[in-house]
């Protein structure tokens, strides 16, 4: 017969070890934190933050062979976006209807067309196209001699409805770039600058009409997927406004 002493005594020792178990806890503070890239909560100081750490989310065994690209951006509305590439001469003459800058055009309007395509799945990546139809851009091109020459890549201002952006108007645009660019397996280096960190007046195109009126009514060529191409690093230590020109645009974008 059990006694009421070592009943007690059990009892007891249950509840100490029920006590002991721990409860889930209600802090939701850090939900969220290792979403991936294509989040549309993760702020652009985090995706630079994320990038630069070498912790996002691109497999790493594709990015054998992939240059590092910049993506360089100000709250003002100003993008600069370069790739290093090594493109076969074949896809440079391939372009040399659309004249000077020709491959930078080519890629600027695959972005433009990546948006487009993407634009009815993600509401933030439509609004990124908008504000890329909407904007002032251009293809740019490294004009100096030696490693800038294998760059090419597209800058934007934001202008119309977009002439001042929010935040996370900005964001939409840096996250669906960034998600276009680094589609390959190359790592992308955003950086923010401060506004005015470059202009597109400086390298060549005045008004967003000067830009359409360079394009010479070239028609943009079939995609080519150039991205596969951006096998050379871009320094993040860029002097854009002397280094590089604008080139304007195809004709049907």
């Known amino acids: 017969m059990v006694s ?38 993760i702020q652009p100081a985090a995706i630079a933050r994320e990038i630069l750490d070498g912790s996002d989310s691109t497999d790493l065994s594709k990015r054998v062979g992939r240059g590092r690209m910049t993506l360089q951006w100000s709250a003002q ?24 800058g020709g491959p930078a055009k080519g890629l600027m309007s695959e972005f433009w067309g990546w948006a487009l395509d993407h634009q009815s799945l993600n509401r933030n990546v439509r609004e990124a196209w908008r504000m890329t139809n909407s904007a002032t851009r251009s293809a740019i091109y490294g004009k100096a001699g030696g490693v800038i020459s294998n760059d090419f890549g597209f800058g934007l201002q934001t202008a119309g409805a977009y002439a001042n952006p929010t935040l996370a108007q900005m964001q939409n645009l840096i996250q669906a770039i960034h998600d276009w660019a680094s589609s390959q397996g190359s790592v992308v280096q955003v950086i923010q600058r401060p506004n005015d960190f470059f202009s597109l007046s400086e390298i060549g195109a005045s008004t967003r009409r000067d830009l359409e009126d360079r394009a010479r009514g070239s028609t943009c060529p079939k995609s080519q997927n150039l991205l596969q191409y951006a096998t050379k690093d871009v320094s993040s230590d860029l002097n854009i406004n002397r280094d590089f020109r604008a080139a304007g645009q195809c004709g049907n974008m």
């Open 77 to 100: 509305g100003r993008i600069f976006f370069m790739l290093g590439a090594g493109f076969p001469q074949s896809i440079i003459d391939s372009f040399a209807q659309l004249g000077e």
């Open 4 to 41: 009421l002493k070592s009943l007690c005594l059990y009892g007891a020792a249950l509840i100490t070890a029920v006590q002991a178990i721990p409860t889930p806890s209600s802090d939701t503070s850090l939900a969220g934190r290792d979403a991936s890239l294509g989040s549309s909560d």
